[in-house]
Nanobody, 117 residues
Framework: QVQLVESGGGLVQAGGSLRLSCAASETIWSISTMGWYRQATGKQRELVAAITQGGRTNYADSVKGRFTISRDNAKNMVHLQMNSLKPEDTGVYYC???????????WGQGTQVTVSS
C-alpha cells in the first residue's frame, strides 16, 4: 500500500503562488498516473492535473496556463506549481496515484489551500 503525503498548502492572496508536493512511501515509477484533485466546501472532488509515466499531462480547463504538474520518479515526488491563484482555487488538494494494470488507487490526506481576495 503506497502512502502519499501532501505538503505546501497554506493561505495566499489572489495572484500569488504556491507549490504543493506529494511524497510517496515507495517508488512511483510503476504508478501509471499521478494527479492532484481538489475539493471545495460543498462541492465534489475534481481533477486539477494529472501526469502519466511518460510525462503526458492533463489539466482542468480552469487551471490551464496557471498550474504545472511534474513528477520525479527518482525521488518519488509529485509537485503542483500553482501561479496566479484565484479565490476559486480554494479547497483541499489531494494527491492521487493510479495503477492501471491492477486498478489500485491511492490517496493522500489532503492539504488546505486558501486564496484570499
Amino acid at each position: 500500500q503506497v502512502q502519499l503525503v501532501e505538503s505546501g498548502g497554506g493561505l495566499v492572496q489572489a495572484g500569488g503562488s504556491l507549490r504543493l508536493s506529494c511524497a510517496a512511501s515507495e517508488t512511483i515509477w510503476s504508478i501509471s498516473t499521478m494527479g492532484w484533485y481538489r475539493q471545495a466546501t460543498g462541492k465534489q472532488r475534481e481533477l486539477v492535473a494529472a501526469i502519466t509515466q511518460g510525462g503526458r499531462t492533463n489539466y482542468a480547463d480552469s487551471v490551464k496556463g496557471r498550474f504545472t504538474i511534474s513528477r520525479d520518479n527518482a525521488k518519488n515526488m509529485v509537485h503542483l506549481q500553482m501561479n496566479s491563484l484565484k479565490p476559486e482555487d480554494t479547497g483541499v488538494y489531494y494527491c492521487n496515484g493510479f495503477r492501471s494494470f491492477s486498478g489500485q488507487e491511492y490517496w493522500g490526506q489532503g492539504t488546505q489551500v486558501t486564496v484570499s481576495s
